[in-house]
Each structure stands twice: as structure tokens, then as C-alpha cells.
């Protein structure tokens, strides 16, 4: 089984930018897709990104779209999200997780621990 691990997070004014990365160890890791989820206290988990297993085709929800770029280098093991025009309501914590089988992902078999994401108005 994959590990992951996420870094980048902070705290940022509104506006502002942040890039975070999603770092793979254990196994191949072009043999996922990946996404990457945020959350909020008191609310359900949000798909926001995907990226399959090359990196030919993304997926965004509606909330980021446009703002927030996913990519991946299977060569560095890592998959990033170019958080752009951050708003405070992207205030969360931010996991990313992979599903080895699917396009769009939707079973995750990975998790990393999450990272925080503030931005102030």
C-alpha cells in the first residue's frame, strides 16, 4: 500500500496563493490516481481535485475550478495543487488519497494525515 504525506499548508491572506504537495512512498506510484479532499468542522469531506494515474486528465469541482491547479511528476512521486486567488472559505484541512483501480477515483485504499490551510480576509 501507498503512504502519503502532505505539506505546504499555511496560512495566507485572501487573494494570496499556496502549493501543496502530496508526497507517495511504498509503492509505484503512477499506479494511482489521486485526489485531494478538504474539510471543514462539521462538514463532509469535499472532493476537490483528481489526477489520474499519467496525469492526462483532471477533474475539479465547481468550488475551485478555475483557482486551483492539480499535476503530478511520477518521477518525484508527488502530486501538487496550485492553490491560486485563495478565498477564506477555503479554509480546511487538506488530505489527499489514492484509488489504484478507477477514473474518476471514488474508493480510496490511501490517505495521508491532512494539512491545514488558513486564509484570512
Known amino acids: 500500500q501507498v503512504q502519503l504525506k502532505e505539506s505546504g499548508g499555511g496560512l495566507v491572506q485572501a487573494g494570496g496563493s499556496l502549493r501543496l504537495s502530496c508526497a507517495a512512498s511504498?509503492?509505484?506510484?503512477?499506479?494511482?490516481?489521486v485526489a485531494w479532499f478538504r474539510q471543514v468542522p462539521g462538514k463532509e469531506r469535499e472532493l476537490i481535485a483528481a489526477?489520474?494515474?499519467?496525469?492526462?486528465?483532471?477533474d475539479y469541482a465547481d468550488s475551485v475550478k478555475g483557482r486551483f491547479i492539480i499535476s503530478r511528476d511520477n518521477n518525484k512521486n508527488t502530486v501538487d495543487l496550485q492553490l491560486n486567488s485563495l478565498k477564506p472559505d477555503d479554509t480546511a484541512t487538506y488530505y489527499c488519497a489514492t484509488d489504484r483501480f478507477r477514473w474518476p477515483p471514488s474508493q480510496f485504499d490511501a490517505w495521508g494525515q491532512g494539512i491545514q490551510v488558513t486564509v484570512s480576509s
Open positions: 511504498g509503492r509505484t506510484f503512477s499506479d494511482y490516481c
Open positions: 489526477i489520474s494515474w499519467g496525469g492526462g486528465n483532471t
